[in-house]
């Protein structure tokens, strides 16, 4: 006889494998962020700063899926290290402008080696990594979605 679902077993819980891989992946990143001085979350705050320049606070959180509360002192301590700067908008002063300073910016060529060095310790096929990869932001997507609404 069959042993019937239990929706309250770990192992049939989406969210666990995805919070433990999550918290597993941070700790993986840390010794080469400690490197760089930086946190899981300030490193990813980085990488949208060194692609975009200039961002509006709330659209560094929208990348980032993060809130103004979670991103305020996380943006103070990198302007305390030299790495961004932060400014109220000439256009509309509500908005906070958060720029890469020089400093940040080089900051970027020293980071360079970090995702091929995360990669060398998760060793998964390339190809299952991109599945995972779009699996993910579906999913992210879709929460997102639900989320708004």
């Known amino acids: 006889m069959a042993v019937p679902f239990d929706p309250l077993k770990l192992e049939n819980q989406i969210c666990f494998p995805l919070y433990a891989c999550a918290k597993e992946i941070v700790k993986a990143y840390k010794p080469y962020l400690d490197e760089l001085d930086l946190t ?11 692609e975009h ?5 709330k659209e560094v959180g929208k990348y980032l899926y993060l ?29 906070l402008i958060v720029s890469i300073t020089d400093t940040g910016a080089a900051l970027r060529e020293k980071a360079l080696s970090v995702p091929q060095r995360l990669t060398a310790c998760v060793n998964i096929e390339p190809e299952k990594a991109q599945s995972l990869y779009a699996i993910l932001y579906e ?10 609404t």
């Open 40 to 50: 899981y979350t300030q490193y990813i705050t980085m990488i949208v700063l060194w």
């Open 53 to 57: 320049k200039e961002l509006c606070v």
């Open 139 to 148: 999913l992210l997507g879709k929460l997102a979605e639900n989320n708004n």
């Open 67 to 95: 809130d103004s509360s979670t991103l305020t002192p996380l943006l103070k301590r990198l302007e305390e290290k030299g790495y961004v700067e932060r400014h109220r908008s000439t256009k509309d002063e509500r908005d």
